[in-house]
């Protein structure tokens, strides 16, 4: 199969007839063998029943329906488990991304080798305080802290090896770092591409002030799972060590220069407090360390390791 598209949605039924009889002309056009996998994140609207409508009328059409909400990275994660195609092209269902742009995202995986390709919404037809400056914080944040430099990692429309969508796991709201993600895995060629955005024809924005919140406590948190996921002591162990030996020293201090040269009494010197406490807190890191590494041994993914090839 040469292209699998997925299509996360959440109560869309009126764009997916307009969105499907699109995707179906690029493909016929191109003489492209394809699947559409439209993934129904638990919609109360008509999306499921045009899903099956669109299936009977087309084969290529397949389905995943959630039984409730679960969000965009879930979606993406079931429609890549399911999908076969050497390209795998994700695209939102609302019609601000073009189906036309699909051929030159996979020419680029295919031909020049990228192992993703992101689109880059040069001009956009959001709102401007509500999307496009805090998309613009947010993307110029996960290029300093990932060091992929892309202009817009939360664009919907993106080519991918197949070998890539089934190397990662997207979970949580991690939809926003699939690169980041992928560059964990091994992957290291990222291409972009200026792609068409288009004003939103049918329904509103899914998009809310909490997701953006969540999206840099997410980065946070793939940051440090990608790094220190199969050896947390590396992280927890090296601050700990350092709050206590901090700690320690300046006690062995106090209690030199109690004996020494001031007898004033230790519990009076705010010092002994700072100290304390940074080897109550450096013990307490070290201890957590153990406990992510007994955590991470005895995990079924312990021994997971991604094998590029074999003899």
């Not at 390209?87 to 991304?97: S, Y």
């Not at 840099?216 to 790094?227: Q, R």
Request: charged share 25%; with cysteine; net charge positive.
């Amino acid at each position: 199969m040469d292209i699998s598209i997925v299509i996360p949605l959440y109560n869309e039924d009126k764009s997916l007839p307009e969105l499907e009889a699109w995707i179906k002309q690029v493909m016929e056009e191109n003489n492209y063998r394809y699947e559409i996998i439209m993934v129904d994140d638990g919609s109360t609207d008509n999306s499921w029943e045009i899903i099956e409508e669109l299936h009977a009328l087309n084969p290529f059409v397949k389905g995943i329906k959630f039984q409730r909400n679960y969000g965009k990275s879930a979606a993406l994660n079931e429609g890549f488990k399911m999908a076969k195609g050497e390209v795998v092209i994700t695209m939102d269902a609302d019609l601000q991304d073009s189906p036309a742009e699909i051929p030159d995202l996979r020419k680029m995986v295919l031909e020049e080798n990228y192992d993703i390709v992101s689109g880059w919404k040069k001009k956009r037809y959001d709102s401007t305080l509500s999307k496009n400056i805090p998309s613009k914080f947010f993307n110029a944040a996960t290029r300093r802290a990932s060091g992929i430099y892309l202009h817009d990692f939360n664009c919907g429309l993106k080519a991918y090896k197949h070998k890539v969508v089934k190397s990662i796991e997207v979970y949580g709201e991690m939809h926003r770092y699939i690169p980041l993600l992928a560059k964990w895995s091994g992957f290291k060629k990222f291409g972009e591409k200026v792609v068409e955005h288009r004003p939103r024809k049918y329904g509103v924005t899914k998009f809310g002030w909490n997701r953006f919140v969540n999206g840099f406590l997410d980065l946070a948190s793939i940051m440090f799972v990608g790094k220190f996921g199969k050896n947390p002591m590396h992280f927890f162990g090296l601050w700990g060590t350092l709050c206590f030996l901090f700690g320690f020293i300046v006690s062995l201090y106090l209690t030199l220069s109690k004996f020494l040269f001031d007898k004033t009494g230790m519990t009076q010197r705010p010092l002994f407090f700072i100290a304390l406490i940074a080897m109550i807190i450096g013990v307490q890191l070290f201890l957590a360390g153990f406990l992510g590494e007994l955590v991470s041994r005895n995990g079924p993914e312990r021994n997971h390791y991604l094998i590029e090839d074999r003899i």
